[in-house]
């Protein structure tokens, strides 16, 4: 079992290398861990026909490892240019070419991936803006090209002055690191997205029930009517929660 961690910062011992390195180093015992700077290397697009022994190092150290655990701060908004290169520039390696141009997961297809990032602004404000979601949006959408499986999130908004990581983010680290030591089946969150839509509908269908009952007095039992304010109340208030759960599921404090 060997955890891969990559930096993608523009310093080497900012706080997103302290926080992937209270990951690395709370590790299970026996997991191999190692971390590799992007900025110690020249990372260029694949030319056809050209050999390129960075991207081979780095595909053959991505390869070796069951874990990867990106680490790049918040930048205009965005993902850190340095990963995003990263990306653009493995993208040969990170997916298959079908005939139609379509693109399928390739060589590192199940394997697993945590991210991490910070920003300057404060949890408050992250939490209404969502500062931090395209760094995430970014990541996510590249592993799942490539067939990687999410474990998890961590953010560090408000690191404007801060020097070191607080408590209840070190104690987050931790708990991530111990959650990528053990090796994971292909993706085993279909059971728990099960038990999330049951939750989701027994909560929506009892907010529905509630909802109905004052409007009882003008509806009256007529079965038709009960039938169509339920679905209208549970339709909008599914509604809300699908689209709280698609765009705003980034960690933002
Ligand atoms: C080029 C650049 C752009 C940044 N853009 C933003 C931004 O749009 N919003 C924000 O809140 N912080 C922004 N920041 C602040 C970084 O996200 C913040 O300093 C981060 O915590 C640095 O992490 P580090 O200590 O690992 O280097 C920016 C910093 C740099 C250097």
Same mark, same amino acid.
């Given at each position: 079992m060997k955890i891969l961690g990559i930096l993608a910062s523009h310093?080497?011992?900012?706080?997103?290398?302290q926080m992937l390195d209270e990951v690395l180093k709370n590790v299970d015992e026996g997991v191999e861990t190692e971390t590799i700077y992007l900025e110690n290397y020249k990372i260029?697009?694949?030319?056809?026909?050209?050999?390129?022994?960075?991207?081979?190092?780095?595909?053959e150290k991505l390869l070796k490892s069951d874990v990867w655990v990106f680490a790049a701060p918040t930048y205009f908004r965005e993902?850190?240019?340095v990963l995003k290169n990263f990306f653009d520039c493995m993208r040969p390696k990170l997916v298959y070419f079908k005939e139609n141009g379509d693109t399928i997961p390739g060589q590192f297809k199940n394997k697993h991936y945590l991210s991490i990032s910070s920003c300057y602004i404060s949890?408050? @404000?992250? #939490?209404? =803006?969502?500062?931090?979601? @395209?760094? #995430?949006? =970014?990541?996510?959408?590249?592993?799942?090209?490539?067939?990687?499986?999410?474990v998890g999130e961590i953010v560090l908004?408000?690191?404007?002055?801060?020097?070191?990581l607080p408590h209840n983010k070190k104690k987050l680290c931790?708990?991530?690191?111990?959650?990528?030591?053990?090796?994971?089946?292909?993706?085993?969150?279909?059971l728990k997205r099960y038990i999330q839509l049951f939750f989701m509908i027994a909560v929506m269908?009892?907010?529905?029930?509630?909802?109905?009952l004052p409007l009882n007095s003008w509806i009256g039992s007529n079965f038709w009517w009960n039938y169509i304010s339920f679905t209208?109340?549970?339709f909008v208030l599914l509604s809300c929660i699908l689209h709280f759960m698609t765009f705003v599921k980034h960690r933002r404090r």
């Open positions: 310093q080497e011992h900012g706080l997103n290398a260029t697009p694949h030319k056809y026909h050209e050999k390129n022994p960075v991207l081979d190092e780095l595909s993902l850190s240019g949890p408050l @404000e992250n #939490f209404i =803006t969502g500062v931090t979601d @395209e760094a #995430f949006k =970014t990541i996510d959408r590249v592993m799942a090209a490539a067939g990687v499986i999410k908004p408000g690191t404007f002055g801060m020097k070191e931790q708990k991530y690191a111990k959650k990528i030591s053990v090796k994971k089946r292909k993706d085993d969150s279909t269908a009892l907010i529905t029930m509630g909802i109905q209208l109340i549970f």
